[in-house]
């Protein structure tokens, strides 16, 4: 890869510091993509020690470059995404690849089928993140920027997801009694 096509990528992957998601920061600030994108890569470089026996390297790649496609059409809320929005995320994503040096074509192409394959521990990890990193940022997020689907949702959402590993079976509880204490507390001082 040359500077110039370094360049490139880089200047499309910047379009997600300006795409935002459905949910805000703690301060109502909304969060874009890239927010959401290095936190999730900072939960699997912090889960290094409980997982020794899996690449946390790819884990962490595979974090990086899961919402790349957004670039192409922003976030859609998991809730609203439909499989058409899929399909052309999917699409534009690939074209894109396709055009980059070889090299870094080839492997984008082998994280991006790994983490749709599901199949390996890694895959399982970034998926995991990527679900409990919503969840806890809504559970970060003022109540009042909750849509009403997202009360039920932060109890239960992810759960799914987390059931191959004890530890990340405890993380999801620990979330839900955050989620619990947000509402009792906030619906106490409303």
């Known amino acids: 890869m040359n500077a110039r096509e370094f360049l490139d990528i880089l200047h499309v992957a910047e379009r997600l510091k300006d795409t935002p998601r459905h949910c805000t920061t703690s301060k109502g600030k909304t969060e874009s993509v890239a927010e959401h994108s290095w936190r999730i890569s900072l939960m699997a470089f912090l889960l290094r020690h409980e997982f020794p026996d899996l690449d946390m390297d790819k884990v962490v790649d595979m974090c990086l470059i899961h919402d ?7 976030d859609i809320p998991t809730f609203l995404k439909t ?9 534009l994503l690939d074209q894109w690849i396709r055009s980059l040096p070889a090299e870094i ?4 192409t082998a994280l991006y089928r790994e983490m749709e394959a599901q199949e390996t521990a890694e895959s399982k990890v970034y998926k995991a993140m990527d679900k409990l990193e919503a969840v806890i940022q809504h559970n970060e997020s003022p109540l009042s920027t909750w849509s009403e689907n997202e009360y039920e949702l932060n109890k239960t959402y992810a759960f799914d997801t987390v059931v191959f590993s004890d ?3 405890d993380l999801r509880k620990e979330i839900l009694a955050d989620t619990l204490e947000k509402l009792k507390t906030e619906k106490d001082q409303a």
């Open 167 to 169: 530890w990340l079976m």
């Open 105 to 108: 074509s080839s492997d984008l």
């Open 68 to 74: 790349l496609g957004e670039c192409f059409t922003g």
């Open 83 to 91: 499989d058409t929005d899929r399909q052309t995320e999917d699409s």
